[in-house]
C-alpha cells in the first residue's frame, strides 16, 4: 500500500471536531447543572452553620455539653443530644434489620429465579412503594402495625409510640431501595460466571448466593449503605410512629424522639426565630448532616474497595 501523500485529506480528530451550536448549549446546561448542584450544597451548609453556631457561642450551652449529655428538656435548657443521636440510630438499626433479609431476598429471587414476566411485574411494584408518601406510612405504622404488636403482647396495649414500630415501617419503606440496587448489581454480573458454574455442576442456589452474591457485593453493600443513610434521615413516619419523647435506652418499645422529629416539633411554631431553642434546631441538624455525610463515604468507600469490572 502506498505512503499518503502530503495533498491526501486527513481526517479530524474526533476530538478537535468543531461542536455544533447546539451541542455547545447542551454542555453548557449540563455544565450550569453541576455547578447549581454544588452551589446549593454548599448554600444549605452556609445556612447551618450560620444559624447553628450561634448556639453554642451565644448561649450557654458548650460542645462537649450538647455531644455528651444524656438529657434532652428544651424548657429547662437542658440540650444532651444522645437521647435524639440514639434514636434515630437504634430506629435506623431496627430498620436494618428488617430490610435487609427483605431486600437481598427479593434481589436474589428477581434476578435469579423469577421468571422474566414476574419480575416486569414485580419490581415496579417495589419502586411504587419506595415512592409511598412516608407520612401514609406512619399512619399505617399507628394502625397496623403498633396494634399487631399489641396483640402479640410486645407492646402495652396503652401505649400508642414505640420504636419497634418506627423501626419496622422505615424497614419497609428502604426495602424497595436495598432490593432495585442489589438487584440491579446482581444482573450486572455477566452470564459467563453463572454458565460456568453451571458447567461444573453447581446448582442455581450455589451460583445465587456463591457466585452471583459476591460479584455484585459491591453493588449490594452500597444498596444498604444508602438505606441507612435515608432511614438516619426519615422523618414523618418515625415522627408519628415512634413519638416525640426523647429516651436514651435499649428498650425498642419505648417511645424515643429521633432528630429529624424534634426538627419538626420546633418548626411548627413553638420556638421564636433567635432563641436557643430555634437555634437548636440548626445544631442537631448540623450533626445529622455530619452523620449522614459519613455514611455516604463509607458507602463510597466501601464501593471502591470491593468493586469489581467486568469486560
Known amino acids: 500500500m502506498a505512503a499518503p501523500t502530503p495533498s491526501d485529506p486527513v481526517p479530524a480528530a474526533i476530538g478537535g471536531r468543531r461542536r455544533r451550536p447546539v451541542e455547545q448549549g447542551i454542555i453548557l ?23 447553628g ?19 434532652w428538656q428544651p424548657v429547662s435548657g437542658l440540650y444532651g443530644v444522645l437521647p435524639l443521636l440514639w434514636a434515630s440510630i437504634y430506629i435506623a438499626l431496627i430498620a436494618a434489620a428488617v430490610a435487609i433479609p427483605l431486600g437481598l431476598g427479593s434481589a436474589i429471587f428477581l434476578s435469579e429465579y423469577a421468571p422474566e414476566g414476574v419480575r416486569r411485574t414485580v419490581k415496579p411494584i417495589l419502586e411504587l412503594l419506595a415512592g409511598m408518601p412516608t407520612i401514609v ?3 399505617f405504622a399507628l394502625e397496623s402495625i403498633i396494634p399487631v404488636l399489641q396483640d402479640l403482647g410486645i407492646v402495652d396495649e396503652f401505649q400508642l409510640f414505640s420504636a419497634l414500630g418506627a423501626g419496622i415501617v422505615v424497614g419497609i419503606l428502604i426495602t424497595p431501595l436495598i432490593s432495585s440496587l442489589s438487584e440491579d448489581a446482581m444482573r450486572a454480573v455477566p ?13 442455581k442456589r450455589h451460583v445465587a448466593t456463591r457466585i452471583v452474591f459476591p460479584a455484585a457485593l459491591s453493588g449490594v453493600t452500597a444498596g444498604i449503605v444508602l438505606g441507612l443513610s435515608r432511614a438516619v434521615g426519615e422523618t414523618m413516619a418515625v415522627t408519628l410512629a415512634a413519638g416525640t419523647q426523647p429516651n436514651l435506652t435499649l428498650d425498642p418499645t419505648a417511645p424515643m424522639q429521633t432528630i429529624t422529629a424534634y426538627i419538626v416539633q420546633i418548626s411548627q411554631g413553638e420556638a421564636t426565630r433567635g432563641s436557643v431553642q430555634y437555634e437548636s434546631i440548626f445544631a442537631v441538624g448540623i450533626l445529622l448532616f455530619v452523620v449522614t455525610l459519613i455514611i455516604n463515604l463509607i458507602a463510597v468507600r466501601v464501593v471502591r474497595r470491593f468493586r469489581t469490572v467486568y469486560q
Open 137 to 139: 406510612l406512619g399512619f
Open 29 to 51: 446546561l449540563l455544565a450550569a447543572a453541576a455547578i447549581v448542584s454544588i452551589l446549593v450544597t454548599i448554600g444549605i451548609v452556609f445556612t447551618l452553620l450560620e444559624e
Open 53 to 71: 453556631i450561634p448556639f453554642f457561642t451565644d448561649g450557654d450551652v458548650s460542645l462537649w455539653d450538647f455531644l455528651s449529655g444524656t438529657t
Open 191 to 203: 452470564n459467563s460466571m453463572r454458565d460456568g458454574a453451571y458447567a461444573v455442576g453447581a446448582t
